[in-house]
């Protein structure tokens, strides 16, 4: 079973009315327009598309922030971009949880433009208020977490609902099943890649949380975004958590396959930053969680 995965598209459309300049979005926009525009290549997305239908995966996941500042316009250009891989009679599915830059204010308009990506990505399988959701495949239990809320102006932090915390602790600590592993999907990582804590203006703040799952080795794999450059962190009980960073900065796609059979994972990452024809698998990793 093949996931394909890929994270923080960041479109961006500057506001065309007043309203955004007065709140957090203003910050948002011009941070794009300063920082983060000249290293964002949207073509990245439009191959990425075309890749990802030749790998043919079971499912496509996408960890968060397809938008920069969570704007109607946004959604809708990145929405359009990923029309290919939901529409016709080979519609790959997919699981989506928002990012921080989806959720990014609290604004009616903004919120129903997520609401509305959120269904149609997820193909009306579940509602956004339903997460976290676990979905059962042989052999493999998958969590998907909503850690994304509106927060201060100088924060990019995520947090979830005490509800979510429970639902996830029981999730974790549950006896497992014959032969299951356990795949955990949201849009921060853990830790950095060095295994270092994020730092406070950037984290989940129930990273611990999810920390001590995977050293009670109640994890196998995870997948998230949030951090732009991509990352495989392989923890010293054999689970891997895998941050597919900006596919618009990097043209990373990550690609998890899953054995039932044996019960492995295996994983290598796809490029499409070269020139758009020789689209080179840039290296592969294997793993063999608990
Ligand atoms: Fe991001
Ligand atoms: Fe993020």
């Given amino acids: 079973m093949r996931f394909v995965h890929i994270s923080d598209i960041h479109s961006s459309v500057m506001p065309r009315s007043a309203g955004p300049w007065f709140d957090k979005r203003a910050l948002g926009a011009l941070n794009h327009l300063l920082r983060r525009k000249r290293h964002v290549r949207m073509e990245y997305l439009a191959r990425a598309v075309t890749r990802i239908r030749s790998l043919a995966p079971d499912w496509v996941v996408i960890t968060g922030d397809l938008t920069s500042i969570g704007s109607p316009d946004e959604f809708d250009l990145v929405l359009e971009s990923l029309r290919p891989l939901r529409e016709g009679p080979a519609a790959i599915p997919c699981i989506f949880v928002p990012g921080n830059h989806d959720a990014y204010v609290r604004n009616p308009a903004a919120d129903a433009a997520l609401r509305k990506a959120f269904g149609l990505l997820n193909g009306g399988r579940w509602e956004m208020d339903a997460l976290p959701v676990e979905i059962e ?154």
Avoid at 145 to 166: Q, Y
Avoid at 168 to 194: M, T, V
Avoid at 278 to 284: E, N, R, V
């Fill in 137 to 290: 495949f042989p052999c493999l239990s998958v969590f998907v977490l909503d850690e994304c809320r509106p927060t201060l102006p100088w924060l990019s932090t995520g947090r979830l609902t005490p509800a979510a915390c429970g639902q996830f602790q029981a999730w974790a600590s549950r006896s497992r099943r014959e032969n299951e592993k356990r795949l955990l999907i949201g849009h921060y990582p853990c830790r950095l890649a060095d295994g270092r804590r994020i730092d406070w203006r950037r984290r989940l703040e129930d990273d611990r949380l999810i920390q001590a799952a995977f050293d009670a080795r109640q994890i196998d794999a995870a997948l998230c975004g949030h951090c732009h450059t991509p990352f495989l962190r392989a923890e010293s009980g054999g689970a891997m958590e895998i941050c597919a960073g900006a596919l618009t900065v990097h043209g990373r796609i990550n690609v998890l396959d899953f054995s039932p059979l044996t019960g492995r994972f295996s994983q290598c990452w796809e490029d499409v930053s070269g020139n758009g024809h020789a689209l080179i698998p840039i290296g592969a990793v294997t793993a063999a969680p608990g």
